[in-house]
């Protein structure tokens, strides 16, 4: 069951209303009288009242902290202990990179560990090991790790970390052959709670699809949603959909591999390969009106539909497997405010587990006012 779909529950009953009432009734039954509003001992139990509210609404704070669905910080991390699940750390963005010489040389050239490279901007990338370039070739590529975790490290495109920060002997030239990428903040309280939520799968030995996707979600913070398919038997396929719906490229789909072909994560007799998923692009085209009585608020009408419009595309990319439905797009416009829509693009378009709906481009125009 999905925890946004878990009823909500009180520890403690806050409602001044509530708390008033049952201070009066319990005091007037004590004293056998009725307390009129402007009797110093009502007074007194109101000011009572506050402090108990107050109180209360602490009360019932720390005890929803022991419950998954309202645990926060260091609490939730405290739940997620229990299943064997810790928050994932920030990560550092990680590259291949290619150093080159002008010839070949008759002796081996090392590269050391630590030997750094950038794009100019600062941000440094450090290889993870040590590489030679063998006598009688000109190249060696080796592993690199942005020196700073976070974000900051990704998306440098091949060939633009291409200065090297220290001087290595014989070596001409440093370029990175595959996209940076893999950097991410902590794991955020809201991502952390889902996968502890999906922990109990990773205690199967059977290979399940729910231990697949919760080791992939595993290997890096900024995967949001996982496919897995077998379309042969003993052959599973892997597709990762990272944050704000995108494509992972090289380095996180080697993380994710690396993760799932584990000898205590992969059953023996599986074969796990990783791709991206495949991308089905949309376009948005359409045309709206606003009703004539609601003219003295059409410009907020008009950025609502807006937002709207932002927020179905970014809700559309959020999950594989999400049906490109106009519908929702239509149910968001009229919940803006817009009284009438004519959609022409996108049509309803289904949408497989190893797809996601990205769109392309975007034109709404505002037609004007009309009448009811």
Known sequence: ME??????????????????????????????????????LRVFLMGIEAL???????????????????????????????????RLSAS????????????????????????????????????????????????????????????????????????????????????????SAGGSDMESDDAYRLRIQEAPEQFSTAGPTGAYEYHAKRANPLIVDVSVDSPSPGAVVVRPLLKDGGLPGTEILNTVAETLNDRKVRPLTDYVTVEAPTAVPYNINLSYWIDREDATEAASIQAAAETAINDFVSWQRQRL????????????????????????????????????????????????????
């Open 52 to 86: 108990m509210i107050q109180q209360r609404i602490l009360i019932d704070e720390a005890a929803k902290q022991g419950l998954l669905a309202y645990a926060t910080g260091g609490n939730l991390d405290h739940i997620g202990v229990l299943v064997g699940t810790d």
């Open 321 to 372: 497997g999400r049906d490109i439905n106009p519908t929702e797009l239509y149910y968001r416009l009229r919940a803006a405010g817009v009284k009438r829509a004519e959609i022409r693009q996108p049509i309803y378009t289904a949408v497989t587990r190893a797809q996601v709906a990205l769109a392309n481009t975007i034109t709404a125009n505002f037609e004007g006012l009309e009448d009811d």
């Open 92 to 179: 550092a963005a990680t590259v291949t990179l290619e150093f080159s010489l002008n010839e070949a040389r008759e002796t081996g050239t090392v590269i050391p560990e630590g030997t750094r490279a950038t794009a100019g901007d600062g941000v440094m990338f450090a290889t993870d090991r040590t590489a030679v370039i063998l006598a009688g070739t000109t190249s060696i590529t080796a592993p690199a790790t942005c020196t700073e975790t976070g974000t900051s490290g990704n998306d440098y495109i091949a060939g633009e970390i291409n200065r090297l920060v220290d001087p290595v002997p014989f070596i001409a030239r440093v370029s990175n052959t595959t996209k």
């Open 3 to 40: 925890l946004k779909k878990l009823p909500d529950i009180t520890f403690a009953e806050s409602d001044p209303a509530v708390v008033e009432q049952k201070i009066l009734t319990t005091v007037e039954a004590l004293l056998g009288r009725k307390l009129a509003r402007a009797d110093p």
